[in-house]
């Protein structure tokens, strides 16, 4: 028996990455799944692998959200799961040189998408009296400063407070809204954000690993690469009913990066320091 049997479970941005590795988790533990996205010779190859469906869709486009939504429910008669996971890199620069154009679109997406997956997931399981769960992917750039572009940063801040309030609010309608904020995870989103072919950059994204985690090595607790399969069992949780007293919260799955440095980063810092120290005294001491 699977933790999602007979759940139909709607994930948006399922065509790679984070998004593929979730529909192919819920898939093998049971639930319906339609994979939404814009790439359809992707999308429509990963649902016929993965048994699932596949359904065309922008979640810029507030039409294709409620068509999505409308087709769940009339192929399978409601919604139990909402996973929107749609995104992409965001725009280069600092704020002193922000596009505001280039920074707008990035909330249309990764906002303006979840808001849209939100409304209409939860609109559905209202009208019919069903209890639910929403999972919004976020990011420990939405938690932390520095990890990623100004734009993402700060539309994930906003999805995990717009997780938050949607929460609070359907909560006592039985439908549960939280978040998960992954760490850099090895995905073809680093090559779609410089230009890349996205098939390209998908099929090409474990190669980054020895750069990951050269970049990684003075802030990652956990010395590993992280990639979607570990976001997947997460965002599983969530979705199921072993979770069903847990709403309103963000979930960090990033290697222990939000917890604090490795350890032994901070011991030769102190080592590093303490030796520097000595040398000083030690001159003192001979001048003296």
């Known amino acids: 028996m699977g933790a999602l049997d007979q759940k139909v479970t709607v994930i948006t941005g399922a065509t790679s990455g984070i998004g593929a590795a979730m529909a192919a988790l819920f898939a093998a533990e049971g639930a319906d799944v339609i994979i939404a996205a814009r790439r359809r010779e992707e999308g429509e190859e990963l649902a016929q692998a993965l ?35 749609a995104g992409a890199a ?38 019919r009296g069903t209890a639910g769960s929403i999972v919004n992917v976020a990011s ?23 997780s938050r309030c949607a929460a609070v609010e359907l909560g006592e309608h039985g439908i549960r809204v939280n978040s998960i904020s992954p760490g850099p995870i090895l995905t073809g989103i680093f090559g779609k954000g410089v230009g890349m072919d996205p ?38 949780w969530l979705a199921s009913d072993a979770s069903s007293f847990v709403t309103g919260q963000d979930l960090a799955i990033d290697g222990g990066i939000s917890a604090g440095r490795p350890a032994s980063v901070a011991i030769a810092e102190r080592a590093m320091l303490g030796k520097a120290f000595g040398a000083i005294l030690s001159s003192a001491t001979a001048a003296s």
């Not at 699932?52 to 399978?76: G, K, P, Q, Y």
Request: charged share 20%; proline share 3%.
């Open 199 to 236: 098939a390209a950059a998908d099929r090409t994204a474990a190669a980054l690993e020895p750069a990951f985690l050269e970049a990684l090595e003075s802030h990652q607790p956990i010395r590993r690469a992280g990639v979607g399969e570990y976001v997947a069992p997460a965002a599983l």
């Open 51 to 85: 048994g699932a469906s596949f359904f065309a869709t922008d979640v810029t486009v507030e039409a294709d959200i409620e068509t999505l939504i409308a087709h769940a429910v009339e192929r399978f008669g409601r919604v139990d799961v909402m996973v929107n996971n």
């Open 90 to 127: 965001g725009a280069p620069g600092g704020i002193t040189d922000v596009d505001l154009e280039r920074f707008q679109q990035t909330f249309a997406l990764h906002v303006g998408g979840v808001l849209l997956g939100t409304k209409y997931a939860a609109r559905a399981m209202l009208e």
């Open 140 to 162: 420990i750039g939405g938690r932390l400063a520095g990890w990623t572009g100004l734009d993402y940063s700060c539309a994930k801040a906003a999805v995990i407070q717009l």
